[in-house]
């Protein structure tokens, strides 16, 4: 049986006291494409993307991610299906202070309940196909700012998610670092058979491979078709 994409139907998000963040988008993305939605700051991005995700519920609307009608689902079910289907990668990168970057990478799988040793080769694997093995028994404080994205990425595709959501990473990265994630990015989507939506804060023709929205005032407009 063939698995649904993501559909968006005329979301809408209120905050207090009555800012509309995200204001009647419809989104359709089909399995397997690797989308940019672009726009300034504060015109609804990381709320959709929170809401794409289920940390956030619509105040309107339906969202459906691979079969899922998480706008319908407890926080809890949200949960259990974000943690198994769902990797999530922040603007600011976060890690375990106390923990190696092996251990942070296994760390999802052993949360899982897979066991450590388990956990652990599969966390050596990844690092080594990233080519990130020699971070492995670094600890937060002796990586710089680039390298710390380049590990939360990991413990991310350690999940094996379906759908992996980018918050505007490369804004805080040099234009080398840029081209290293981005083409990073780009293998791990055609060797994972992941759906990519990365979220960004300017448009980059390099990086979306299939289509690119620009949001404007919690509004989405159709912007290009690349493929």
Request: aromatic share 8%.
């Amino acid at each position: 049986m063939t698995m649904s994409g993501i559909e968006l139907e005329n979301v809408i998000k209120m905050f207090e006291p009555d800012i509309r963040a995200v204001n009647g988008v419809s989104l359709s993305i089909e399995p397997g494409s690797f989308v940019e939605i672009y726009g300034s700051r504060s015109c609804g991005k990381t709320t959709l993307m929170k809401l794409m995700s289920g940390v956030l519920r619509p105040s309107e609307g339906s969202i459906q991610i691979f079969d899922e009608m998480i706008s319908e689902q407890s926080d809890r079910d949200n949960a259990r299906f974000r943690n198994k289907m769902i990797g999530i990668v922040n603007r600011v990168p976060v890690l375990v202070k106390e923990m190696t970057v092996l251990q942070n990478v296994a760390l999802p799988l052993k949360m899982r309940g897979v066991p450590s040793k388990e956990a652990k080769q599969a966390a050596m694997e990844l690092l080594e196909d990233m080519g990130l093995f020699k971070y492995q028994s670094y600890k937060e404080s002796q990586l710089n700012q680039f390298e710390k994205y380049l590990i939360c990425l990991a413990t991310e595709l350690i999940k094996k998610p379906k759908l992996l959501l980018c918050d505007d990473v490369l804004s805080a990265l040099t234009s080398r670092q840029k081209e290293i994630y981005r083409n990073l990015l780009h293998s791990v989507y055609h060797i994972k058979d992941l759906t990519v939506v990365y979220f960004s804060g300017e448009y980059d023709e390099s990086l979306a491979i299939t289509n690119s929205y620009k949001m404007h005032y919690g509004c989405l407009n159709y912007e290009e078709e690349l493929v």
